[in-house]
């Protein structure tokens, strides 16, 4: 079936550093969609993205995260300057359509120290 | 508070048990998945089922949008089968999920 690809599988950063995560969405999808979930916890919504700009976040999606998607290219999610809450495993989503089916990354586990 | 509530949060079977996994939800919805989570984090979309009855191999997944509620119900459960199984709503262009539940399925 369609994959969502996300590099890199595993980062370890130093707090207060910059990191950039990679998704690669099913390549005719339209919608994109960053989700979080820190280790024995819930999964939760950060946002979602269509045609160049964020149309939801949640509270999570602090000031110091941003997402874009240049020219067709990989849909990033930075977070700058980088915290010891944000240790958690991000998982990239996709969709066609609105209110259809996620199609979910295999996470990027991310650990600030 | 919590829009998608699951139950059991766990459940302990013997190999050839049946298991049915339930998942309330307290709002409108979009869409209806089931995944699974695999020891290491990564996700098994199992169903997308906004409505009505699908099968796939040993599962099937039942929503009942008027009683607000979708099942997963695993026949003739596996050792493979253990790990950690959520629903997701899917309302307004965003996902909420439930908690899980942890199915341990012994030899």
């Known amino acids: 079936g369609p994959k969502v690809l996300q590099i890199p599988s595993h980062q370890i950063i130093d707090m207060g550093q910059m990191v950039t995560l990679n998704c690669d969405p099913v390549?005719?999808?339209?919608?994109f969609y960053w989700y979080k979930q820190i280790l024995g916890q819930q999964m939760e919504f950060l946002v979602n993205?269509?045609?160049?700009?964020?149309?939801?976040k949640s509270k999570l999606f602090k000031d110091q995260f941003s997402v874009e998607r240049p020219d067709g290219s990989y849909f990033t999610l930075k977070i700058q300057p980088t915290a010891l809450e944000d240790s958690a495993v991000y998982f990239c989503?996709?969709?066609?359509?609105?209110?259809?089916?996620?199609?979910f990354g295999p996470g990027t586990r991310l650990t600030v120290l | 508070g919590q829009q998608v509530q699951q139950s059991p949060a766990s459940l302990v079977l013997q190999e050839g048990e049946n298991a049915e996994l339930q998942c309330n939800f307290s709002?409108?919805?979009?869409?209806m998945q089931w995944f699974y989570q695999r020891p290491g984090g990564s996700l098994v979309s199992l169903f997308y089922?906004?409505?009505g009855t699908k099968h796939s191999g040993r599962l099937t997944s039942t929503t009942v949008i008027k009683e607000r509620r979708s099942s997963l119900h695993i026949s003739s459960s596996q050792t493979t089968d253990s790990g950690t199984y959520l629903c997701?709503?899917?309302?307004?262009?965003?996902?909420?999920f439930g908690d899980g539940t942890q199915l341990v399925v012994k030899p």
């Open positions: 989503a996709s969709s066609p359509s609105t209110g259809g089916e996620q199609y």
């Open positions: 390549s005719n999808h339209l919608y």
């Open positions: 993205f269509y045609n160049g700009k964020v149309m939801e």
């Open positions: 709002t409108s919805l979009n869409s």
């Open positions: 089922n906004p409505s």
């Open positions: 997701a709503l899917g309302r307004n262009n965003r996902i909420f």
